[in-house]
């Protein structure tokens, strides 16, 4: 290699570590930005046992990033189909649970229960039997597309037997 080249390939490793460098400087100006699937949990999840179609899954979301954010989808390889729920009074007095339009909200310091009889995350075509003592793992993804995995236990509980208003009948 003679000195021309030299000089050529060490003008060119110098540009791009002043790319690379520039790339992490405009990083670190911006506030350290975090996902919402950094910055929420849940507590205490669980899920109800069922030896086939629909159960649901509980706990307590708690977000702690100062951003408002929204759970927009579930899915769990424990069932066909996951959905955000929330429980409503139908016309007739009598509980329905039904999607939850535009996903569930977090505000910037939420903490959410989610409660037999009120929100939950509804698990439709269990793929197995859930016993208790068994795991369900959960995927949640957020409105900036960013994902948070947890696992519940698996528990015997008798309640929870809200009808599901799927908008027929
Ligand atoms: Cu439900």
Same mark, same amino acid.
């Given at each position: 290699?003679n000195a021309t080249?030299?000089a050529?390939v060490?003008a060119?490793?110098? %540009?791009s570590?002043?790319l690379?460098?520039?790339?992490a400087?405009t990083g670190?100006?911006?506030?350290? +930005? /975090?996902? $919402?699937? =950094?910055?929420?949990?849940?507590e205490d999840?669980?899920a ?6 629909m159960?649901?899954v509980?706990g ?6 100062g951003?408002?954010?929204t759970v927009?989808?579930a899915k ?6 996951a959905?955000?729920?929330?429980t409503?009074?139908g016309d %007739?007095g ?7 339009e ?5 505000s910037?310091? +939420? /903490?959410? $229960?989610? =409660?037999?009889g ?6 439709m075509g269990?793929?197995?039997p859930?016993?208790?003592g ?7 993804t957020?409105?900036?597309r ?5 696992t519940?236990?698996v528990k015997?509980?008798s309640?929870a037997n809200?009808?599901y208003d799927?908008?027929?009948?």
């Amino acid at each position: 290699m003679n000195a021309t080249m030299t000089a050529r390939v060490a003008a060119l490793l110098a %540009a791009s570590v002043l790319l690379l460098t520039g790339c992490a400087a405009t990083g670190t100006e911006e506030p350290a +930005a /975090r996902t $919402a699937g =950094e910055t929420v949990t849940i507590e205490d999840a669980w899920a109800k046992a069922a030896d086939e179609g629909m159960t649901a899954v509980f706990g307590t979301l708690v977000n702690k990033g100062g951003d408002d954010v929204t759970v927009v989808s579930a899915k769990t390889e424990a069932a066909e189909m996951a959905e955000l729920h929330e429980t409503v009074q139908g016309d %007739a007095g009598e509980m329905t649970m039904r999607p939850i339009e535009g996903g569930l909200a977090l505000s910037h310091d +939420a /903490r959410v $229960a989610l =409660e037999p009889g009120g929100d939950h995350i509804m698990l439709m075509g269990l793929t197995a039997p859930l016993k208790a003592g068994d795991e369900v793992t959960v995927t949640l993804t957020f409105s900036d597309r960013s994902t948070y995995e947890f696992t519940a236990p698996v528990k015997d509980y008798s309640g929870a037997n809200e009808n599901y208003d799927d908008g027929g009948e």
